[in-house]
Each structure stands twice: as structure tokens, then as C-alpha cells.
């Protein structure tokens, strides 16, 4: 099993969510976070003094797949949907998932993350 986390702009969230949803990926977790890369954040004027804001709004989207063929379905669509080609476009990250339990039936692995 394999997690794919990724951290996009804010403004991707409908097309990320709308791509993922065509290419029927489900169990789909959405979080608003906060965080810099490359960016740096701005700066700008607030009442006649400047104010610097290092840390920008970002969605994060959590999706646990089970097989490397779904994560590569899931980053491509991710990739295309989020990309403005701008700094601040996002990250994407994956992980080895050791083990996943459904709490409702104590299903393990693989059921536990298919549909029920």
C-alpha cells in the first residue's frame, strides 16, 4: 500500500479533486494547512507598515492506494490538475504504508482500504 500525500495551492482544490474523482480514486483526505517552500511567502503593506507573511494557505490531500499503479494514476493526476507552472505550485510525496485497519470491521491491508 502506498500513501500519497500532496500540497498544492489553494485554488487547486476543486480541479485536484475533480481529476481525482475522474480517474475513480476514492477515500480521498483534504486538509487546509499552512507552509512555505521556494515562495517565501510576501509581503505587504498593512496600515503604512510592512508585514511579512512567511507561511501561505495550502490544501493537503491524503490518498492510500494499494498498488503502485494507482499511486502513479494518482500523482499524474494531481501533477496535471494543480500545475500553473509558477512557484508554489505544490509537492507531492509518497510512503510505504506498513499496515491499515478499517475500525468498523477490523478488516487489515488491502480490505481495509478498498470499498466496503
Partial sequence: MIKV????????????KEALIAQDIRGITVSQVMGCGTQMGYTQMVRGSKVSATLLP???FEI????????DRVISAIQQSAYSGQPGDGK???YEIDRA???????????AITPA
Fill in 5 to 16: 500525500e500532496a500540497i498544492v495551492r489553494e485554488e487547486a482544490l476543486e480541479d485536484v
Fill in 58 to 60: 495550502k490544501i493537503k
Fill in 64 to 71: 492510500v492506494v494499494s498498488t503502485p499503479e494507482w499511486a
Fill in 92 to 94: 507531492i510525496f509518497c
Fill in 101 to 111: 485497519i478499517r475500525i468498523r470491521t477490523g478488516e487489515r491491508g488491502i480490505e
